[in-house]
């Protein structure tokens, strides 16, 4: 299946376990059965001061952030979720720095959990660049249950792809 690219990372094991829950058409009430509704972030404006509050509780010392915003195109152009971008210009004698943290359009429709899950992806690269050891251990410290809702919101990717959306 084309749709459990999503998971292609993980273990045979898991992939046909998931492959079963698709066939016996459960995937759309597992996911309801963790998470009932969607958050009430859907502006710019919220999602800034959402990550911000984030930010200033784990990261407080990191590079500060010039933009946080939704983004339509992240899924269709890069196939991600999120981005985390910096950049240097200069100006003058001066060069200028600006963080910016870019969160799929998709997930204004989604459970908190999973924002929070992209949020802390992406401020996470303040600190560490690469995925390695390192990142995902700050993503945990951030997050306990960063694992899972990772996990999760690859159901609901596949979901998305297959179904539609799930919630409202």
Not at 59 to 79: G, R, T
Not at 131 to 157: I, S, V, W
């Amino acid at each position: 299946m084309k749709s459990l690219r999503y998971i292609a990372a993980y273990g045979e094991e898991t992939i046909s376990q998931v492959a079963k829950i698709i066939e016996q058409k459960k995937l759309t009430k597992l996911l309801l059965s963790r998470y009932e509704k969607s958050h009430t972030i859907t502006t710019d404006k919220a999602l800034y001061e959402y990550t911000m509050a984030l930010k200033n509780e784990y990261l407080k010392k990191s590079q500060p952030l010039s933009k946080v915003i939704y983004d339509n195109k992240i899924h269709i152009i890069h196939d991600a979720l999120g981005l985390h971008t910096y950049v240097r210009r200069v100006q003058g004698a001066k060069i200028k720095s600006k963080n910016e943290i870019r969160v799929g359009g998709i997930f204004k429709n989604t459970p908190l959990e999973f924002l929070r899950m992209i949020v802390v992806h992406e401020l996470a690269h303040l600190k560490e660049k690469e995925h390695n050891k390192a990142f995902y251990k700050l993503c945990t410290y951030m997050e306990p249950n960063y694992g899972q809702y990772e996990f999760d919101m690859r159901l609901y990717m596949i979901h998305l792809e297959m179904f539609g959306k799930v919630w409202k």
